[in-house]
């Protein structure tokens, strides 16, 4: 047991070790585990403190702000693994059931065209400048979804290339 | 649900009882579901802006790549895992490049000059050394710290997504969690010694 535990070491906890701690704090002992835990607490102050002290820095860990991605940081994988050459998902992977009550939302209709055109200049021009991860130690501002039409720009490459290798695409006024 | 027994799944969440798994999502859903957790999980296990976008890049830089081969499962399981091997592979390439983690001290630093209220500064410093001591785990440490404090995994989801026998990640998470008290005591101690009255000191 921990240094300075002050009651004996119970034996259904034997092969555990001190990690019993954090599997209590977890919820994470058996059941016969958690009574031999509870009846050494009773008896040690010593790991009574060290259990709270453990809760304590699991709860800190825990609230832990979320941190955010700079914008068009997905876009931008996207855009990046398409000019390494890959295909990427077909258009029509993974279409939700309406009756399906699995943990995805059915997919929503694409933003109007133009937007996302213009979106999609913008963030492969802010990939291909490499300007889009410089960041400060700042928690960033709420994410902006930018959506780029991959399957419009896929269909359009195959079309014209046959399949061959992929080049950043230039579009003018949303046009190729 | 379709009404045809379901392929073997190869995320960990396979259950052989019948229960739905995942569809495939799109690249869509991915990015709505995903963006963010993903990200976060990559801050707070590099502990830096930088690598956490590098380490997020190449995660859905490969989930991109390989959606179409993701087989009805669990895709949280499955994205774990791809983030837990793309860490590693991260740390490993860090290794050769960079011979010392980031001191305490630049952690330290609040994030901008702006004063700001003091109980802001405040949280903001117990980030940062909170961040730096995860940061100063080893990388298998680390991952369990965060996957099971982070990300609220049980101990049998991060056995499936590290491939590690229970008894490791249970140990793994109580060790990772004693060091980072350690750190943090120390932290919090230098940073009382170093204020008067709760102001820096000179």
């Known amino acids: 047991m921990a240094d300075g535990c002050q009651a004996a070491v119970p034996a259904a906890l034997m092969h555990i070790g001190d990690s019993w701690l954090s599997a209590w704090v977890d919820g994470e002992l058996t059941a016969a585990e958690r009574h031999a835990a509870a009846a050494h607490l009773d008896a040690c102050p010593h790991c009574t403190a060290d259990l709270a ?7 800190l860990v ?18 990046s693994a398409r000019l390494a050459g890959a295909v990427g998902p077909s ?71 046959g399949g061959g290798p992929v080049s950043a695409p230039v579009l003018v006024n949303g046009q190729p | 649900m379709g009404t045809a027994a379901p392929p073997p799944g190869w995320g960990p969440g396979h259950d052989s009882g019948g229960a739905p798994r995942d569809p495939r999502p799109t690249w869509d859903e991915v990015a709505e579901r995903y963006g963010t957790k993903v990200y976060n999980v990559a801050y707070r296990l590099t502990g830096n802006p930088d690598d956490a976008a590098d380490l997020a890049q190449d995660v859905f830089v490969r989930v991109y790549r390989n959606l179409d081969r993701y087989e009805p499962g669990t895709f949280d399981g499955w994205l774990y895992r791809i983030t837990k091997n793309l860490f590693l592979d991260q740390i490993r390439r860090r290794k050769r490049l960079r011979m010392e983690p980031l001191s305490d001290d630049e952690w330290r630093q609040p994030a901008s000059t702006d004063p700001g209220p003091a109980d802001v500064a405040e949280r903001r410093t117990l980030e940062a050394d909170l961040q730096a001591g995860i940061a100063a785990l080893p990388a298998d440490f680390r991952l369990a710290v965060v996957l099971c404090d982070v990300e609220g995994m049980t101990y049998e989801e991060i056995a499936a997504t590290t491939g590690w026998p229970i008894g490791t990640v249970r140990s793994r998470i109580h060790r990772g969690r004693t060091r980072l008290r350690t750190h943090l005591v120390r932290a919090r101690r230098t940073a009382a010694r170093d204020t008067v009255d709760g102001e820096p000191r000179g």
Do not use: I, W, Y
């Open chain 1, 53 to 59: 002290g453990l809760a304590k820095v699991r709860g």
């Open chain 1, 91 to 161: 258009a029509g992977a993974g279409t939700v059931a309406a009756s399906d009550t699995g943990p995805l939302t059915a997919a929503r209709p694409h933003a109007n065209r133009a937007t996302q055109v213009a979106a999609g200049v913008a963030v492969l021009a802010g990939f291909l400048g490499g300007a889009a991860f410089t960041l400060g130690g700042q928690p960033l501002p709420q994410e902006r979804v930018v959506r780029v039409p991959m399957d419009a720009f896929v269909a359009d490459h195959l079309v014209r290339t």
């Open chain 1, 62 to 79: 825990a609230s832990l702000p979320v941190r955010r991605s700079p914008a068009g940081l997905l876009a931008a994988a996207a855009a």
